[in-house]
């Protein structure tokens, strides 16, 4: 017999990071929930911009280095190819723009406090 338990719908989650190691971990880890459904990885802006257009996901998580600028040009154009999306910009040893941060994504996470305030961002449970 089979559980007739609905189960929750799952968020749809791009990630972008230059680094692939960066993308694989946080994809990963992202994974790991069963609450998210990650739908594209990306390294640039080029293939960024592609995944938001072709898949629509309900938030991007972005490294704040993925651009070499910070992350601010990406995090523009990102928000203005996605405006339903939230951005969520992960934060390394102050290598991003701050006050564009914090004025464009929909939040800003520390990256010495990942995976946790990634889950909680998300609103979905950590893994055990």
Not at 2 to 11: E, V
Not at 94 to 109: C, N, Q, R, T
Not at 120 to 125: E, K, N
Request: a negative charge; aromatic letters at 2%; hydrophobic letters at 50%.
């Amino acid at each position: 017999m089979q559980d007739a338990t609905p189960r929750p719908a799952l968020t749809d989650v791009a990630v972008v990071a230059a680094d692939r190691r960066v993308r694989e971990s946080l994809a990963s880890v992202l994974a790991a929930t069963g609450r998210v459904q990650v739908v594209w990885t990306a390294a640039d802006q080029r293939a960024a911009l592609a995944c938001v257009a072709l898949r629509r996901p309900t938030v991007v998580v972005l490294d704040a280095r993925a651009d070499g600028s910070g992350g601010s040009e990406l995090l523009r154009s990102l928000r203005e190819q996605a405006p339903g999306a939230r951005i969520l910009v992960v934060e390394w040893d102050g290598a991003g723009d701050l006050s564009l941060a914090a004025e464009a994504a929909d939040g800003v996470l520390d990256a010495s406090a990942l995976p946790g305030a990634l889950f909680a961002a998300l609103g979905v449970p950590a893994t055990d």
